[in-house]
C-alpha cells in the first residue's frame, strides 16, 4: 500500500467558483470606475440628474454570472430542492443584474428601477449564503483534506466578506449622508459603493481596520463589529476542523479513505 506526505487532489468542483469570486473581489474595485468606451461621460450626480456611466454594473453583471456559474458547479451534489430554489433563484438574479446594467447604459432611472436594484442585493445575500452553507457543509463533512476542500474554504471565507459588502451597500444606500464616511469620494456615485465596500469589508474581516473609510451611524458599526467577529471565528473553528482531519500518510486515493471510513 503506497503512502505520500501530500494533500491529495479530488474533484475539484470548487477552484472556478474560488477564481470568479477573486474576480470580483481584485477586479471590479479596480475597473468599476473607467467610463464605457461607447457612451463616455455623461455629467455627475447632483449636476444634471444623471451618473458618470461606468464599466461598474457591466462588469458586476459579468462577474455575477459567472459566481452563478461555477456555484451551480459548486452545489451540484446538494439536494435536489435546494438546487431548485438556488437555479430558480440564480435566474432570477440573472435578469436583475443584466437589467439594472441596461437601464443604467441607457440612462433610464425611475423609482421601480431602484426596487429591482434593492431586489438584487436582497436576494444576492440571500443566495450567496445557501451557496456558501452548503460549501461550508462540504467542507466540514469531509474525512480527509483534499485540495478541493481547501479551494471549498476559502470560497467561504471571501462569501463572507462579499455578503458583508452588499449588507453595507444596502445599508448606505438607505442613508447615505450619515452612515460611512469615504475620503475624497463622492457619496452619491452609486457606482463606486459596491467597490467601496469590498475594500471596507475584507479590510475589516481580516482586522486590518486602517481607518479611512469609517462606519459612522451604529447599524453599519455593529455590522462592522459582527463581521470582524465571524472572520476570527470561522478562521479559528475552520482551522481546528481541517488539522483534526489532515493526516500527512493519506492513501493516494481519498475517495477509497472516505469510502472506507464511511463503511466503518
Not at 470606475?33 to 455623461?42: D, T
Not at 483534499?146 to 451597500?169: E, H, K, N, Q, S
Amino acid at each position: 500500500m503506497k503512502y505520500r506526505l501530500s494533500i491529495h487532489s479530488d474533484r475539484e468542483h470548487c477552484l472556478f467558483l474560488m477564481l470568479a469570486l477573486m474576480l470580483l473581489v481584485f477586479v471590479l474595485p479596480i475597473i468599476e470606475g473607467i467610463p464605457l468606451p461607447w457612451i463616455g461621460q455623461r455629467g455627475h450626480a447632483g449636476e444634471s440628474g444623471n451618473q458618470i456611466r461606468v464599466i461598474g454594473p457591466l462588469a458586476l453583471a459579468v462577474f455575477h454570472t459567472l459566481i452563478l456559474v461555477s456555484s451551480a458547479v459548486a452545489v451540484s451534489n446538494s439536494r435536489v430542492l435546494t438546487r431548485r430554489f438556488m437555479f430558480g433563484l440564480g435566474a432570477a438574479q440573472l435578469l436583475c443584474s443584466w437589467g439594472i446594467m441596461l437601464t443604467k447604459a441607457i440612462e433610464f432611472d425611475s423609482a421601480a428601477v431602484e426596487t429591482v436594484r434593492q431586489f438584487y442585493l436582497w436576494t444576492t445575500i440571500v443566495l450567496y449564503l445557501l451557496v456558501m452553507f452548503n460549501v461550508l457543509g462540504y467542507v466540514l463533512r469531509g474525512k480527509t483534506v483534499t485540495r478541493d476542500r481547501i479551494f471549498g474554504a476559502i470560497c467561504v471565507y471571501i462569501f463572507l466578506g462579499i455578503i458583508w459588502a452588499f449588507g453595507y451597500t444596502i445599508l448606505h444606500a438607505w442613508n447615505p449622508e450619515s452612515t460611512f464616511t469615504f475620503p475624497g469620494t463622492d457619496v452619491n456615485n452609486e457606482a463606486y459603493w459596491l467597490g467601496d465596500f469590498i475594500y471596507f469589508s475584507f479590510v475589516t474581516i481580516t482586522s486590518l481596520g486602517y481607518g479611512d473609510i469609517t462606519p459612522v451611524s451604529r447599524p453599519a458599526q455593529m455590522l462592522a463589529v459582527s463581521e470582524a467577529l465571524t472572520g476570527t471565528l470561522f478562521m479559528v473553528l475552520l482551522m481546528a476542523r481541517l488539522v483534526g482531519l489532515y493526516n500527512p500518510f493519506q492513501e493516494d486515493n481519498p475517495s477509497k479513505v472516505e469510502s472506507r471510513h464511511e463503511q466503518t
